[in-house]
């Protein structure tokens, strides 16, 4: 089933304890769409400066990716710095260039209006309403932020709110938003502005979705190594949504098990820097991952006392 994401397309710089990447292939929409193309064809609507080298894109084009709604305009991409200490679940922004993406206006092509999934990757929230009053009647709309949305564009997120089925956000975004400490409370909160579910991540401890009656909690895979965690939240998403589009079903059983999906994609995503082991990975790679999610829950797999 169509699946569309309009979000950032990068050139991302990090740090982490393991080494550095400078200027790779990075953006919400990026992670999403390498991510999502695993179980669907995926259409992206961004942005790119005209010294984007668009050839390092072509990897998603073979894997399914629809680029026609990639503009380019003149002028520099958007670049992110970030480091990563220890704690490799908070990012530190370290620099943040919006270039392009300064006067972009979302045009979602006419042939990707009727798309039936829709996410808003992390991307300023006037644009995200933008691609919204752009598509007709999707089945399900989802949608990302960030601290930066959450401190200069608060209002137009919390409106955003209104108009979305679904949330992602991280458990320190979540309490930043609403203010609440307790992630139960916080994403009661969020539920009372709108959406049906919100889905807190929280990093290598998992992710928690909320719906108002009920709560469901995936494990994060227990990586030996986490190598750069840059796009472990986009890549999440698009498993996600990857698998809800694949399968045709927004029922909340088949939401639970889009979370598995997710996290198995974002514990792909860490493991090198950019989107190279997005790319890297099979059907069979992916299926094992998700058998030992299923594992790692197990009552009846436990070694007899
Ligand atoms: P995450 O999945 O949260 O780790 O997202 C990482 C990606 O978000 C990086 O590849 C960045 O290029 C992108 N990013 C960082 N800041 C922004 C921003 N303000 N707007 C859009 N994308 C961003």
Known sequence: MSLLVVGSVALDSVETPFGTADEVVGGSGTFFAASASHYTPVRLVGVVG??????????????????????????????????????LNVAETLETRLGVFAGFEPKIPASFRES????????????QHAVLDQVSRPALVACDTMNLWIET?????????????????????????????????AARWILDQGPKYVIIKKGEHGALMFTG??????????????????????SFAGGFMGWVAKTDDVSERNFRRAVVYGSAMGSFA???????????????DIAARVKD??????????PQA
Request: net charge negative.
């Open 293 to 302: 999610f299923h594992a790692l829950v197990s009552l009846d797999g436990a």
């Open 50 to 87: 005209s010294d984007y080298p668009v050839e390092r894109l072509q990897p998603l084009a073979a894997r399914g990716v629809d680029l026609s709604g990639l503009e380019t305009a003149s002028g520099e991409s958007f670049r992110w710095r970030g480091r990563y200490r220890h704690d």
């Open 213 to 234: 009656a009920s709560v469901f909690f995936a494990p994060a895979y227990p990586l030996e190594q986490i190598f750069d965690p840059t796009g472990a939240g986009d």
């Open 153 to 185: 564009q608060r209002n137009e997120l919390v409106r955003l709110l209104g108009r979305v089925d679904l949330i992602t956000l991280n458990d320190g975004e979540a309490r930043q938003l609403t203010g609440s400490p307790n992630l139960l409370k």
């Open 270 to 284: 860490v493991e090198r820097f950019s989107i190279d082991r997005l790319l890297e990975v099979g059907q069979d």
């Open 116 to 127: 039936k999934y829709v996410f808003l990757a992390n991307i300023h929230p006037a644009l």
